[in-house]
């Protein structure tokens, strides 16, 4: 599975975003899917989880109520949609697949990551 994201970019505080994660491979409505970021002198931290089926979503506190994950199974795609940004959600955003169907909050259970893309919010 190979996992490209997109729709990263410069905004300001308040604005809104929305993520793609495009990926290749037939097996991509069995993964579970997540979106992980990554400050620069911060530990990588979890954003967003999604099941196989899209029946479950999982949010990290820090994005609570204001991210949106989504998929569309027919499309390969898992989206991030982001809104209420705030300049603390700053970092490298890494969509990544999970062969267990779940879409886990552990990093370590990931199989495949994407190259990540840089999203800015500015003050």
């Known amino acids: 599975v190979q996992l490209v994201e997109s729709g990263g970019g410069l905004v300001q505080a308040g604005g809104s975003l929305r993520l793609s994660c495009a990926a290749s491979?037939?097996?991509?409505?069995?993964?579970?899917m997540g979106w992980f970021r990554q400050a620069p002198g911060k530990e990588r931290e979890f954003v967003a989880g999604i099941s196989w089926s899209g029946r479950t979503t999982y949010y990290g506190d820090s994005v609570k109520g204001r991210f949106t994950i989504s998929r569309d199974n027919a499309k390969n795609t898992v989206y991030l949609q982001m809104n209420s940004l705030k300049p603390e959600d700053t970092a490298v955003y890494y969509c990544?697949?999970?062969?267990?169907?779940?879409?886990?909050?552990?990093?370590?259970?990931?199989?495949?990551w994407g190259q990540g893309t840089q999203v800015t919010v500015s003050s």
């Open positions: 491979g037939r097996t991509f409505s069995s993964y579970g």
């Open positions: 990544a697949a999970d062969s267990s169907g779940y879409g886990s909050s552990v990093g370590g259970r990931y199989d495949y």
